[in-house]
């Protein structure tokens, strides 16, 4: 089991920043990727957008719609990862969650903390 916790979200105006971290513990080896959802209001978890993902090789991936705007990486602390969130709008008004995906027996697993609210608004 993989267990994890984001702290850092909250409420901030439109242009500010926020830092969203991810702490894992547990049975933390075979981690395929690490991941930053984030869930809109009114949306199901099956409609989660994957914000941002660092991969086993150390590649990192940004969504489109955010790439010139935030950035992830691991924490200085081991076994986290950081969503650093710069200029944010109106419109990344969300529920953020951390999510790792292990490789058991050939399978993966998805792994997901219980999530973290941003708010941007004046």
């Known amino acids: 089991q993989v267990h994890l916790v984001e702290s850092g979200g909250g409420l901030v105006q439109p242009g500010g920043s926020l830092r969203l971290s991810c702490a894992a513990s547990g049975s933390i080896s075979s981690i395929s990727s690490m991941n930053w959802y984030r869930q809109a209001p009114g949306h199901s978890s099956q409609q989660r957008e994957l914000?941002?993902?660092?991969?086993?090789?150390?590649?990192?991936y940004v969504a489109e719609s955010v790439k010139d705007r935030w950035s992830i990486s691991r924490g200085d602390a081991e076994n986290t990862v950081v969503l650093q969130m710069d200029n944010l709008k109106p419109e990344d008004t969300a529920v953020y969650y951390c999510n790792f995906r292990k490789m058991t027996l050939g399978e993966l697993t998805n792994f997901w903390g219980p999530g973290t609210q941003v708010t941007v608004s004046s």
């Open positions: 914000v941002a993902q660092i991969r086993s090789s150390g590649s990192t």
